[in-house]
């Protein structure tokens, strides 16, 4: 595992230098940040992920810094890396709330799956810490955050109505969150983590459809 991390972190350096010829300084910045998080995650003297805070880790790292990242790359391309700043909206960062949400629901859904065995680990994850309501009622909030996100996007940011069609997601979404608020067998929730994993594609598939015909 220590050598797969090393390889994971020496390939990141090697394309980081390739993108920062590309898109200039911001992409060290984002990228150092990223390393950092990925280790304070699970190593460390004291790992976020054992300790209850691994979920405003993933929402900050696996979900809006790679969405805006990703974004910042290419819009520095076209603008110039002498325009970063341009190439960081807030439509960029509006984009990225509801993604955030919805992969910080795909660690919820294990953390509430794994509670028994994490007890006996000692691992605090916030089920742990809280019990498994408080992490319902989290993954609750973030997904009705992310479906309001759109309708922000629509009358508050001044896009089109397209980008309503994450919406069309709703009913996914409701099996999902039905299969988490009933269900307590650690087989019968093990499903639903590669679920929850594809609404966020579907999601944010649909979410990037809208943005683009919007233009």
């Not at 990223?34 to 054992?50: E, V």
Request: aromatic share 14%; glycine share 8%.
């Amino acid at each position: 595992l220590r050598t797969t991390i090393i390889l994971s972190y020496a390939a990141a350096v090697v394309f980081g230098f390739a993108l920062l010829a590309m898109a200039g300084w911001p992409v060290i910045v984002i990228g150092l940040l990223s390393i950092l998080a990925s280790w304070a995650y699970s190593a460390g003297p004291w790992p976020f992920g054992r300790h209850g805070f691994a979920d405003p880790l993933f929402f900050l790292f696996f979900g809006t810094m790679s969405v805006i990242g990703t974004y910042y790359v290419q819009a520095a391309v076209v603008l110039g890396t002498e325009h970063w700043r341009q190439a960081l909206p807030l439509t960029a960062v509006a984009a990225s709330l509801p993604v955030g949400s919805l992969i910080t629901n795909i660690l919820i859904i294990d953390d509430i799956r794994d509670r028994d065995f994490d007890v006996v680990k000692g691992k605090n994850t916030i089920a742990v810490r809280f019990g498994k309501g408080w992490s319902r009622t989290e993954f609750l909030c973030l997904l009705v955050f992310a479906y309001l996100m759109p309708l922000w996007l629509w009358l508050g940011l001044g896009f089109s109505a397209w980008v309503l069609l994450p919406l069309i997601t709703v009913p996914i979404a409701y099996l999902v969150t039905r299969a988490v608020w009933t269900r307590d067998r650690y087989d019968e929730l093990v499903p639903m983590t590669p679920r929850m994993a594809m609404l966020t594609v579907a999601f944010s598939a649909c979410l990037t459809a809208g943005l683009a015909v919007t233009g």
